[in-house]
C-alpha cells in the first residue's frame, strides 16, 4: 500500500472517531426525517402554498426534487466547516505539526489526503439524505427522474470539491480552529450570500461567478428558479439549459483548482513556531 493510500485511510479513521462526524451524522438524520415527515405530511396540499395553482404529475414529480435538494444545498457548507475547516489548523494549535512536518513525507501526500478523506465522509453524509430523499420520493410519487437526478448529483459533487477545497484553503492560513471555522461562515454566508443578495437588488444582476450561485445549479436542473434571487420577475418552470449547468461546472472546477493549489503552496511553506 502506498504512503498516500495509507495516509487517506487514517484520516478516514480520525474523522469517523470524530465529534464533528457523529453531530453531522445526527443533523443529517433529524434533516432527513423532517424532510420525509413533511413530503408526507404535504404532498397533496403544495396547491395551497402555490396559490391554487395545479400542476401537471411531472411538475410536481421535478418541484418535490427541486425542494428536497434545495435543502440539500447547505449540507455541504457545514460538512466542509466540520471536516475541512480544522484540517490544517488543528496541526497547529494541537501540536500534532511538531510530529508530523518533520516526518519523511510529501507535504502535498499529507494535504490531499486529508483533502479526499474529508470529501469521503462528507460524501457518506449525503448519502444518507438521498437515500431518504429516493426512497421517500419514489414512496410518493413512483418516479426517479433519473437524468435530472443524474445531472443534479454531477453537480453536487463539484459544489463538494469546490466548498471543500475553499475551506481547506482557509484551514491552511489559520493556525486556530475557531478562527478558520468563522472565516468559512463569514465567506460563503456575508461575502457569498449576503453580497450576491446586494448585487441583486442594487444591480439587478445574478452574480453568477458567485459559488452559491453556480451551486444553485444542483437544484435548478429540475425547475430554473434561483432560491437567492428575489427579485426574479419571471418563473421558469422548465429544468436549467444546458449552457447554464456548464457554465455553473466550470465555476466551481476553477474555484476547486484555484483553492487547492493555493491551499497546497500555503501548507508546503507552513512551519511550527
Known amino acids: 500500500m502506498s504512503k498516500t493510500s495509507t495516509i487517506y485511510l487514517q484520516y478516514i479513521k480520525n474523522y469517523y472517531r470524530s465529534r464533528s462526524f457523529f453531530l453531522m451524522l445526527f443533523l443529517i438524520l433529524l434533516v432527513g426525517s423532517m424532510m420525509t415527515y413533511f413530503s408526507f405530511k404535504y404532498i397533496n396540499d403544495l396547491p395551497k402554498f402555490l396559490g391554487g395553482a395545479v ?5 410536481k414529480v421535478k418541484l418535490f426534487y427541486y425542494l428536497w435538494t434545495l435543502v440539500l444545498l447547505y449540507i455541504p457548507v457545514f460538512a466542509s466547516v466540520f471536516f475541512g475547516s480544522p484540517a490544517i489548523s488543528s496541526e497547529i ?11 519523511p513525507i510529501n507535504r502535498f501526500k499529507l494535504f ?15 448519502g444518507i439524505y438521498l ?3 429516493l426512497f421517500t420520493l419514489y414512496y410518493l410519487l413512483g418516479v426517479i427522474p433519473v437524468p435530472y437526478f443524474l445531472d443534479s448529483f454531477i453537480m453536487l459533487l463539484l459544489f463538494i470539491l469546490s466548498i471543500m477545497a475553499v475551506t481547506f484553503l482557509i484551514s491552511s492560513i489559520f493556525n486556530k480552529n475557531t478562527y478558520a471555522y468563522i472565516t468559512v461562515f ?15 437588488l442594487l444591480y439587478k444582476y445574478t452574480p453568477v461567478y458567485f459559488l452559491n450561485d453556480a451551486a444553485s445549479i444542483i437544484e435548478r436542473v429540475y425547475i430554473n ?20 449547468i456548464m457554465l455553473s461546472a466550470l465555476i466551481m472546477v476553477i474555484y476547486t483548482v484555484v483553492a487547492l493549489v493555493v491551499g497546497m503552496l500555503l501548507f508546503d511553506k507552513k512551519e511550527v513556531s
Open 225 to 244: 428558479i434561483n432560491p437567492g434571487n428575489a427579485f426574479v420577475s419571471h418563473v421558469d418552470i422548465n429544468p436549467a439549459p444546458f449552457s447554464e
Open 131 to 133: 437515500v431518504f430523499e
Open 112 to 126: 490531499f489526503g486529508k483533502y479526499f478523506a474529508a470529501f469521503t465522509v462528507t460524501m457518506f453524509i449525503i
Open 55 to 59: 400542476f401537471p404529475a411531472s411538475i
Open 93 to 103: 494549535e494541537n501540536k500534532t505539526a511538531y510530529y508530523i512536518f518533520p516526518l
Open 186 to 200: 463569514v465567506i460563503y454566508y456575508i461575502f457569498f450570500e449576503a453580497g450576491s443578495f446586494i448585487i441583486e
